[in-house]
């Protein structure tokens, strides 16, 4: 097979000598969640930078990816060339798209904004075009068995000055997302007794709404995650049924393989939809910005292709009314999050930032780690991202198979067959 290296020199004349000279993919879970960041060397010592290709459920298919396959792409180029350099990578796999291949070149496109960053000493958001708001307003999750843990925990987190909460409640079965599931048994005598049922989830969710209204009262914008379970006409009859608790937004109500039918949920819809922590593609989250169904784009960023690809996104959602709220649970690196933060201070699009509380060892892990204060996030003004990785304590949380497949296995409906989680 011809491997002629000569083809990935240096295309054109560079501005100086600078160039990448290594690429390696480093896993960690300092909380038990897989993170998998890229970092990028270069010719000019100490100068390094670090990218997020957090696929947690299949990382190690992504290291893979940067370093038997990118890393060869790249070595030898300037950095600088971010937008060339991250097309290649994608191009170069001819069957392009999907989330292993988009979070590694992710990885790649993140390392050298950073670097562009500390090579002229600005933060990336400067880089971007710089602010249009201080700090982006964020959401984190209340989730227990019954609604009174459920509304136990939110009102602890309307304490600690969040204006938005995502809620959600158990309910009996396995399949209970975002929740833990009650100590009820479905239905003892069905085939699968552990098995989830949805009339139970369309009986419970407006009832948990109700209750949240009347004890949080209505300054609290509250949101809840389906998860893409539903059917069209069932997310219709939900989002109804939701109508009078006046929700910022109802995400992810149907599974990708029926997002054509988007934009008639939405028309049905009294309440705002998200969509988008599904796409694995800057295709796919485009045609849901461009497609008339959603209000807001709920894309994981590293599953797109990076900063590059969602800055791209971020202008499409400007320009037709619909705002931007990224994922961001637990199995974003704090590299990612910092990526979200920089689009959301920059777009005019932004809508909201899904948040996470990381805990103390993942900012050991991980120097710079931005935190929530009072229900918003700020970037670093340091130069690049202003998060660097200590090597030594990433090493001391090293990194397993996720526990997601097992969880997903044993989501199943009463008569036993899978339901998608």
């Known amino acids: 097979m011809n491997d002629d290296t000569t083809a990935f020199a240096q295309p ?11 690429v390696r993919a480093i896993a960690t879970a300092p909380e038990g969640i897989p993170l998998l960041v890229v970092k990028v060397t270069t010719s000019d010592d100490g100068l390094y930078g670090l990218g997020c290709a957090t696929y947690t459920q299949r990382w190690r ?15 030898g180029r300037y950095p600088g060339d971010i937008e060339d350099l991250v097309r290649l990578a994608r191009f170069s796999g001819y069957w392009r798209e999907g989330p292993v291949g988009n979070n590694a ?21 400067e880089l971007l075009g710089g602010k249009v708001r201080a700090a982006a307003d964020t959401y984190l ?12 925990q939110a009102e602890r987190l309307r304490e600690a000055g969040l204006r938005h909460i995502r809620l959600q409640v158990g309910q009996p079965g396995r399949g209970t997302y975002g929740a833990p599931p009650t100590a009820e048994i479905t239905e003892a005598s069905a085939p699968y007794p552990g098995g989830w049922r949805v009339s139970e989830y369309l009986k419970r969710t407006p009832e948990l709404f109700a209750a949240a209204r009347e004890r949080l009262g209505e300054e609290i914008e509250l949101l809840h995650d389906v998860h893409s379970r539903l059917s ?15 929700l910022f937004f109802l995400e992810d109500v149907i599974a990708p393989e029926h997002w054509d039918r988007l934009p008639e949920v939405r028309a049905a819809s009294p309440v705002p939809i998200a969509v988008g922590e599904l796409t694995t593609s800057v295709t796919d989250a485009a045609r849901l910005v ?53 689009l959301d201070v920059t777009s005019p699009a932004f809508g909201i930032q899904e948040g996470h509380v990381y805990g103390e060892p993942v900012h050991d ?57």
Do not use: C, M
Request: net charge negative; hydrophobic share 45%; no cysteine.
């Open 12 to 22: 054109w004349d560079a501005p100086d000598d600078v160039r990448i000279t290594g």
């Open 61 to 75: 298919a992504v290291a893979s990816y940067v370093e038997d396959h990118l890393a060869r792409l790249v070595i």
């Open 105 to 125: 070149i992710s990885g790649l496109d993140q390392a050298l904004w950073d670097i562009a960053g500390k090579r002229a000493g600005r933060p990336v958001h």
């Open 141 to 152: 999750h209340a989730g227990g068995a019954s609604i009174e843990e459920t509304l136990d």
């Open 232 to 246: 069209p006409k069932q997310a219709i009859v939900l989002a109804r049924a939701l109508e009078p608790y006046r």
């Open 290 to 342: 461009l497609g008339g169904g959603v209000d807001f784009i709920r894309s994981h960023v590293s599953d797109l292709g990076g900063l590059t690809a969602a800055r791209k996104i971020a202008a499409a959602a400007e320009l037709v009314g619909v705002r931007t709220a990224w994922h961001a649970p637990g199995d974003t690196s704090p590299i990612g999050a910092a990526a979200n933060v920089a």
């Open 365 to 421: 892990v991980f120097p710079g780690t931005l935190r929530i204060e009072n229900g918003w996030l700020r970037p670093n003004e340091a130069p690049g991202w202003g998060i660097d990785l200590d090597e030594s304590a990433a090493a001391r949380h090293p990194a397993g198979l996720a526990g997601h497949d097992a969880w997903a296995a044993r989501v199943r409906g009463l008569d036993g067959g899978l339901i998608a989680p």
